[in-house]
């Protein structure tokens, strides 16, 4: 990932006064992309275009921006495309660079505006046809790439930036910086005239397409597409996306590792990279993957990351973090991540710091697992949820607003510091899989004998169950937030430190202050002030994260400790895992002797290299023979001798029944 900015507008008087200022708003973004920079200036001085690179595909050659062989086309681009080299290999094209990017300018030149349709990957671009004086601005399906644009100061132009922070001085002060929404595309081609007043009066909008709409943004449960697979094709359809879902973000040429928290998301993306990892890993780093893991002394994500990397024999940091080192952080937190969101802030601070961390051992992207709890509604006030159609709309919410959240989160905090995070769960593929699956397979049902609700995210657990991917403890572990895992205490001393900060007073006055997103906690008017100091009149570009209130019973606080799901006993029964069998067992792992490593700075840092974890020898493979076709897909399975999941739970109501 990188820093990309723009800049559309009337033709400026002079050239070096329009390079000097789009230089000084990219530098603000230098933290994107530390490796190089580069800028482009229309002959007309009406398009600019700057890039901040961190380098992570083609290091030599792929420096932006990147241009046609006719220089008529200019790019910059934040993003992976994984599918270009069945790009290359398709469309005739005399490349100018190895990078990955490059692929969308032929793509421009064949489909026009529809680009966008061929691409596979995470992205956020701004491409200037010059021959034909048309810009052209996208973000990818999911906004895992953040985007944002807002008018000029003069309002005769649109700025666009991969954190509004760079165009916050030089756009509007009363009108918004607004986020690009993902799956669209955006372009000039409809002759957007550049007056200032025509420019403010017209809606942003009109030149926007949408080009990713998914029939399951509907809510509507029965046009899922594969609401028919039983609990084992459903299984194997969600094992089998995942796996090539992580296999595709390996696509890199410097050292990366996992982020792990000891969760179950971050735990799966680990193993499945551990067991395809081994032919790419880059010699710098051995033939063992790095996994990193951050809590306060004591916290259970430690303890469960460090049972995860023994399992799978992974060269594993630790790094342990103080309350002193959060509550400094904070102020840092905010101007990174450009929001005042509570669940944003508590869980983004111990992600900056480890992120800080990373860096310092030379890793520049990481796999990690964000997206899981939006997709298979995994968040513990899903159990609240009446029945699996409201848990299902619930779903495609909480998906729908991943960029302003957890993407946001996950992007921000680790870009920081020049690292990329990929998120294999928001594969579109994977994400169009499992938003089409049978919602009562997620949803968290009544056992009417315990009166336990099914464990969250019981699919997905279910999934991996078999093939020793993870430890029982870990697999079958509830739902820990990443703002509480890191160690109940964190977001305890924050709620005081606020205490001592914000009056009873200035809470009581709060919506004089703040109309917008009035805060309701003196943590929320602590965060909110800072973010006031550092962007003022911007609050209008942020959005809160609340859970499902409306179904009763569900706290408002995003923490997933005020939920009454939290800590209950989910450790069920044998006869409630039916045994599958299982895939092929994992190739042995060499055994290393155990580092430990103390890392000079405020947070500790201990790396160890675990032995060895032994393997069931007796495995057997899945085979199953029904094949199952859809309207959009054709999806081969077979069906196991084996009996149905779910079979023995008699007491649910039957997994392969809408819930209504």
């Excluded at 050659?61 to 290359?88: A, F």
């Amino acid at each position: 990932m990188c820093g990309i900015l723009g800049l559309y507008s009337k033709p400026h008087k002079n050239r070096q006064d329009l390079v000097n200022k789009v230089l000084n708003c990219s530098k603000i973004i230098r933290h994107r992309g530390p490796d190089w920079n580069g800028i482009y200036v229309s002959p007309l001085l009406n398009v600019a275009l700057a890039h901040e690179r961190l380098s992570i595909v083609d290091v030599t050659t792929g420096n932006q921006p990147l241009y046609s062989p006719d220089t008529s086309i200019v790019l910059v681009c934040n993003g992976e495309i994984y599918n270009h080299i069945k790009i290359r290999e398709k469309y005739s094209y005399n490349y100018q660079t190895n990078s990955d990017c490059e692929v969308i300018i032929p793509l421009y030149i064949k489909y026009g505006l529809e680009c966008v349709n061929h691409l596979d990957g995470i992205f956020s671009f701004i491409l200037y046809d010059i021959k034909n004086q048309v810009l052209v601005v996208s973000r990818d399906r999911i906004g895992v790439n953040p985007l944002y644009y807002g008018i000029s100061n003069s309002g005769d132009g649109w700025w666009f930036s991969s954190e509004f922070k760079a165009i916050a001085k030089e756009c509007h002060n009363k009108m918004d910086i607004n986020d690009f929404p993902p799956g669209h595309i955006w372009s000039s081609v409809n002759g957007v005239s550049l007056n200032s007043s025509s420019l403010l009066s017209r809606p942003f909008n009109d030149n926007l397409k949408q080009y990713y709409n998914p029939d399951w943004y509907s809510g509507n449960v029965t046009s899922l597409l594969y609401k028919d697979l039983t609990e084992v094709e459903t299984c194997k359809m969600i094992r089998e996306s995942l796996i090539n879902s992580v296999r595709k973000r390996l696509m890199c040429d410097v050292p990366f590792g996992v982020l792990l928290s000891g969760g179950l998301d971050s735990s799966l993306i680990a193993s499945i990279t551990s067991r395809y990892s081994k032919s790419i890993l880059n010699n710098v780093w051995s033939s063992k993957l790095h996994t990193f893991s951050i809590g306060l002394k004591g916290s259970p994500d430690l303890k469960y990351a460090r049972e995860v990397a023994k399992s799978l024999d992974t060269y594993h940091h630790e790094c342990n973090f103080t309350i002193e080192d959060g509550l400094n952080a904070i102020r840092d937190v905010i101007f990174h991540t450009e929001t005042y969101d509570i669940t944003t802030i508590r869980a983004s601070t111990p992600m900056y710091l480890m992120s800080r961390i990373i860096k310092a051992h030379g890793i520049k992207m990481v796999l990690s697992g964000e997206g899981s709890d939006e997709l298979f509604g995994g968040y513990l006030y899903f159990h609240q949820a009446p029945n699996s159609r409201e848990f299902h709309r619930e779903c495609v919410k909480k998906v729908r607003d991943l960029h302003k959240f957890d993407c946001l989160r996950a992007n921000k905090s680790t870009m920081a510091w020049g690292v990329e995070a990929r998120v294999p769960f928001l594969d579109t593929s994977f994400v169009d899989s499992v938003m089409n699956i049978n919602p009562a397979y997620k949803f968290c049902a009544k056992d009417l004998q315990t009166g336990r609700n099914r464990i969250e995210k019981y699919i997905l657990r279910r999934a991996f169950q078999t093939g020793n991917w993870l430890p029982d403890s870990v697999l079958w572990r509830q739902k820990e937030q990443f703002g509480d895992g890191v160690g109940y205490s964190w977001i305890d001393s924050v709620r005081e430190q606020a205490g001592g900060l914000v009056s009873d007073l200035e809470l009581d006055n709060a919506s004089d202050k703040y109309p917008y997103n009035t805060p309701e906690t003196k943590e929320a008017y602590y965060y909110r002030k800072i973010f006031s100091e550092i962007y003022p009149n911007r609050e209008k570009s942020v959005k809160e994260w609340v859970p499902q209130i409306g179904w009763g019973n569900v706290g408002k606080d995003p923490s997933g400790r005020v939920q009454v799901a939290h800590d209950e006993d989910y450790n069920m029964p044998e006869s409630k895992h039916i045994t599958l069998p299982v895939e092929a067992p994992v190739p042995s792992i060499q055994t290393q002797a155990k580092h430990h490593v103390t890392v000079p700075v405020t947070a500790t840092v201990t790396t160890t290299s675990p032995t060895k974890h032994k393997k069931d020898e007796n495995i057997k493979s899945i085979t199953i023979d029904k094949k199952i076709k859809q309207k959009k897909s054709e999806l081969s399975i077979s069906k196991s001798k084996e009996k149905e999941p779910g079979d023995d739970l008699k007491t649910q109501e039957r997994c392969l029944q809408l819930m209504v």
